[in-house]
T-cell receptor
Framework: GQQLNQSPQSMFIQEGEDVSMNCTSS?????WLWYKQDPGEGPVLLIA?????ELTSNGRLTAQFGITRKDSFLNISASIPSDVGIYFC???????????FGAGTTVTVRA | DTAVSQTPKYLVTQMGNDKSIKCEQNLGHDTMYWYKQDSKKFLKIMFSYNNKELIINETVPNRFSPKSPDKAHLNLHINSLELGDSAVYFCASSSPGRKNTGELFFGEGSRLTVL
Protein backbone atom coordinates (compact mmCIF):
# COMPACT_ATOMS: atom_id res chain seq x y z
CA GLY A 1 0.00 0.00 0.00
CA GLN A 2 0.95 3.64 -0.10
CA GLN A 3 3.33 4.82 2.57
CA LEU A 4 4.25 8.23 3.84
CA ASN A 5 7.83 8.51 4.98
CA GLN A 6 8.33 11.31 7.44
CA SER A 7 11.63 12.66 8.69
CA PRO A 8 13.23 13.30 11.00
CA GLN A 9 11.65 10.94 13.48
CA SER A 10 12.47 13.32 16.31
CA MET A 11 14.25 16.55 16.93
CA PHE A 12 15.50 18.62 19.83
CA ILE A 13 15.52 22.28 19.04
CA GLN A 14 16.59 25.44 20.76
CA GLU A 15 13.94 28.03 21.47
CA GLY A 16 14.04 30.61 18.73
CA GLU A 17 15.38 28.25 16.07
CA ASP A 18 13.77 27.55 12.72
CA VAL A 19 13.09 23.89 12.03
CA SER A 20 12.01 21.86 9.07
CA MET A 21 10.51 18.43 8.57
CA ASN A 22 9.39 16.63 5.47
CA CYS A 23 7.27 13.87 4.14
CA THR A 24 7.67 11.78 1.00
CA SER A 25 5.49 9.26 -0.70
CA SER A 26 5.94 6.60 -3.33
CA UNK A 27 2.63 7.67 -4.86
CA UNK A 28 1.12 10.93 -5.97
CA UNK A 29 -1.10 12.74 -3.51
CA UNK A 30 -3.65 15.37 -4.47
CA UNK A 31 -3.80 16.75 -0.96
CA TRP A 32 -1.18 17.11 1.73
CA LEU A 33 -2.10 17.80 5.31
CA TRP A 34 -0.06 18.62 8.38
CA TYR A 35 -1.40 17.83 11.84
CA LYS A 36 -0.02 18.50 15.31
CA GLN A 37 -0.71 16.32 18.32
CA ASP A 38 -0.15 17.82 21.76
CA PRO A 39 0.50 15.41 24.64
CA GLY A 40 -2.73 13.75 25.77
CA GLU A 41 -4.76 15.27 22.93
CA GLY A 42 -5.95 14.30 19.49
CA PRO A 43 -4.27 15.57 16.31
CA VAL A 44 -5.30 19.01 15.13
CA LEU A 45 -5.05 20.18 11.53
CA LEU A 46 -2.43 22.89 11.03
CA ILE A 47 -2.22 23.36 7.29
CA ALA A 48 -3.91 21.82 4.28
CA UNK A 49 -2.37 21.94 0.79
CA UNK A 50 -4.39 21.22 -2.31
CA UNK A 51 -2.23 22.21 -5.27
CA UNK A 52 1.23 21.16 -6.44
CA UNK A 53 3.73 23.90 -5.70
CA GLU A 54 1.41 25.58 -3.21
CA LEU A 55 3.08 27.37 -0.30
CA THR A 56 0.83 28.11 2.65
CA SER A 57 1.47 29.77 5.99
CA ASN A 58 -0.33 29.64 9.31
CA GLY A 59 1.39 31.99 11.73
CA ARG A 60 4.94 30.76 12.23
CA LEU A 61 4.23 27.62 10.23
CA THR A 62 4.82 27.30 6.52
CA ALA A 63 4.15 24.23 4.43
CA GLN A 64 4.71 23.46 0.77
CA PHE A 65 3.15 20.93 -1.57
CA GLY A 66 5.98 19.50 -3.65
CA ILE A 67 5.85 20.02 -7.39
CA THR A 68 6.05 16.28 -8.02
CA ARG A 69 3.07 15.79 -5.68
CA LYS A 70 5.09 13.15 -3.87
CA ASP A 71 6.45 15.28 -1.07
CA SER A 72 5.74 18.11 1.32
CA PHE A 73 7.64 19.99 3.99
CA LEU A 74 6.68 21.92 7.08
CA ASN A 75 8.75 24.74 8.55
CA ILE A 76 8.38 26.22 12.01
CA SER A 77 10.06 29.58 12.47
CA ALA A 78 11.27 31.00 15.78
CA SER A 79 10.36 27.96 17.90
CA ILE A 80 8.68 28.47 21.24
CA PRO A 81 8.04 25.96 24.06
CA SER A 82 4.43 25.34 22.99
CA ASP A 83 5.68 23.95 19.66
CA VAL A 84 6.41 20.72 21.55
CA GLY A 85 4.41 17.84 20.18
CA ILE A 86 4.17 15.35 17.38
CA TYR A 87 3.76 16.60 13.84
CA PHE A 88 2.13 14.31 11.32
CA CYS A 89 1.91 14.59 7.59
CA UNK A 90 -1.13 12.96 6.04
CA UNK A 91 -2.85 12.49 2.74
CA UNK A 92 -5.99 10.82 1.46
CA UNK A 93 -5.50 7.48 -0.24
CA UNK A 94 -7.39 6.56 -3.40
CA UNK A 95 -10.54 5.97 -1.40
CA UNK A 96 -12.02 9.34 -0.49
CA UNK A 97 -12.55 8.38 3.09
CA UNK A 98 -9.12 7.03 3.94
CA UNK A 99 -6.42 9.24 5.33
CA UNK A 100 -2.90 7.84 5.59
CA PHE A 101 -0.56 9.27 8.21
CA GLY A 102 3.19 9.51 8.36
CA ALA A 103 4.93 8.12 11.44
CA GLY A 104 5.27 11.58 12.96
CA THR A 105 8.09 13.91 13.97
CA THR A 106 8.41 14.44 17.70
CA VAL A 107 9.57 17.95 18.52
CA THR A 108 11.07 18.84 21.86
CA VAL A 109 12.11 22.40 22.54
CA ARG A 110 14.97 23.24 24.87
CA ALA A 111 14.21 26.42 26.76
CA ASP B 1 -18.79 22.56 23.57
CA THR B 2 -16.40 19.78 22.62
CA ALA B 3 -16.76 19.05 18.91
CA VAL B 4 -15.78 15.36 19.00
CA SER B 5 -16.07 13.78 22.40
CA GLN B 6 -15.08 10.29 23.45
CA THR B 7 -15.74 8.38 26.64
CA PRO B 8 -14.07 7.06 28.59
CA LYS B 9 -10.75 8.88 28.31
CA TYR B 10 -8.96 6.15 30.23
CA LEU B 11 -9.87 2.49 30.44
CA VAL B 12 -7.91 -0.17 32.33
CA THR B 13 -9.17 -3.71 32.13
CA GLN B 14 -8.19 -7.35 32.30
CA MET B 15 -7.50 -9.62 29.37
CA GLY B 16 -10.59 -11.40 28.15
CA ASN B 17 -13.00 -8.65 29.15
CA ASP B 18 -15.37 -6.87 26.78
CA LYS B 19 -15.38 -3.07 26.68
CA SER B 20 -16.91 -0.22 24.71
CA ILE B 21 -15.78 3.27 23.78
CA LYS B 22 -18.34 5.86 22.77
CA CYS B 23 -17.97 8.82 20.44
CA GLU B 24 -20.22 11.72 19.65
CA GLN B 25 -19.71 14.69 17.33
CA ASN B 26 -21.76 17.88 17.29
CA LEU B 27 -20.27 19.28 14.08
CA GLY B 28 -23.00 18.05 11.78
CA HIS B 29 -20.51 15.84 9.92
CA ASP B 30 -21.74 12.77 8.11
CA THR B 31 -18.58 10.69 8.24
CA MET B 32 -16.97 9.30 11.37
CA TYR B 33 -13.87 7.20 11.95
CA TRP B 34 -11.99 5.13 14.46
CA TYR B 35 -8.20 5.31 14.42
CA LYS B 36 -5.77 3.36 16.57
CA GLN B 37 -2.52 4.92 17.78
CA ASP B 38 0.04 2.42 18.97
CA SER B 39 2.92 2.90 21.39
CA LYS B 40 5.10 4.23 18.57
CA LYS B 41 2.46 6.91 17.90
CA PHE B 42 1.58 5.49 14.51
CA LEU B 43 -2.01 6.33 13.52
CA LYS B 44 -3.91 3.71 11.61
CA ILE B 45 -7.49 3.80 10.40
CA MET B 46 -9.75 1.02 11.61
CA PHE B 47 -13.28 1.88 10.51
CA SER B 48 -15.27 4.60 8.87
CA TYR B 49 -19.00 5.20 8.71
CA ASN B 50 -20.82 7.55 6.37
CA ASN B 51 -24.41 8.30 7.32
CA LYS B 52 -24.52 5.18 9.51
CA GLU B 53 -23.17 2.99 6.71
CA LEU B 54 -19.87 1.17 7.11
CA ILE B 55 -17.56 2.27 4.30
CA ILE B 56 -14.10 1.37 5.56
CA ASN B 57 -13.29 -1.80 7.43
CA GLU B 58 -9.56 -2.31 7.59
CA THR B 59 -7.89 -5.57 8.52
CA VAL B 60 -9.06 -5.49 12.09
CA PRO B 61 -9.83 -8.58 14.20
CA ASN B 62 -13.55 -9.28 14.30
CA ARG B 63 -13.39 -8.84 18.06
CA PHE B 64 -13.71 -5.16 17.17
CA SER B 65 -17.24 -4.18 16.23
CA PRO B 66 -18.21 -0.60 15.44
CA LYS B 67 -21.78 0.59 15.64
CA SER B 68 -23.30 3.84 14.43
CA PRO B 69 -26.80 4.41 15.79
CA ASP B 70 -26.99 7.75 13.97
CA LYS B 71 -24.58 9.93 12.06
CA ALA B 72 -23.53 11.84 15.17
CA HIS B 73 -22.45 8.75 17.08
CA LEU B 74 -19.95 6.01 16.45
CA ASN B 75 -19.20 3.47 19.14
CA LEU B 76 -16.53 0.79 19.28
CA HIS B 77 -17.06 -2.47 21.11
CA ILE B 78 -14.15 -4.81 21.74
CA ASN B 79 -14.65 -8.42 22.78
CA SER B 80 -12.16 -10.71 24.49
CA LEU B 81 -9.54 -8.03 25.00
CA GLU B 82 -5.92 -8.95 24.42
CA LEU B 83 -2.69 -7.34 25.60
CA GLY B 84 -1.99 -6.11 22.07
CA ASP B 85 -5.20 -4.10 22.09
CA SER B 86 -3.58 -1.61 24.46
CA ALA B 87 -3.41 1.66 22.56
CA VAL B 88 -5.04 5.05 22.25
CA TYR B 89 -8.20 4.94 20.16
CA PHE B 90 -9.22 8.13 18.41
CA CYS B 91 -12.60 8.97 17.05
CA ALA B 92 -12.73 11.51 14.23
CA SER B 93 -15.27 13.08 11.92
CA SER B 94 -15.15 14.92 8.63
CA SER B 95 -17.22 17.58 6.94
CA PRO B 96 -19.85 16.84 4.31
CA GLY B 97 -18.56 17.73 0.87
CA ARG B 98 -14.97 17.80 2.07
CA LYS B 99 -14.61 14.14 2.79
CA ASN B 100 -11.76 13.74 0.35
CA THR B 101 -9.66 16.56 1.70
CA GLY B 102 -8.75 14.69 4.83
CA GLU B 103 -9.73 17.49 7.17
CA LEU B 104 -10.51 15.26 10.07
CA PHE B 105 -11.55 16.53 13.45
CA PHE B 106 -10.28 14.26 16.20
CA GLY B 107 -11.50 13.55 19.69
CA GLU B 108 -9.13 13.58 22.64
CA GLY B 109 -8.58 9.85 22.50
CA SER B 110 -9.38 6.92 24.75
CA ARG B 111 -6.37 5.24 26.28
CA LEU B 112 -7.03 1.53 26.68
CA THR B 113 -4.70 -0.52 28.87
CA VAL B 114 -5.18 -4.27 28.95
CA LEU B 115 -3.52 -6.05 31.87
Amino acid sequence: GQQLNQSPQSMFIQEGEDVSMNCTSSSIFNTWLWYKQDPGEGPVLLIALYKAGELTSNGRLTAQFGITRKDSFLNISASIPSDVGIYFCAGPLSNDYKLSFGAGTTVTVRA
Amino acid sequence: DTAVSQTPKYLVTQMGNDKSIKCEQNLGHDTMYWYKQDSKKFLKIMFSYNNKELIINETVPNRFSPKSPDKAHLNLHINSLELGDSAVYFCASSSPGRKNTGELFFGEGSRLTVL
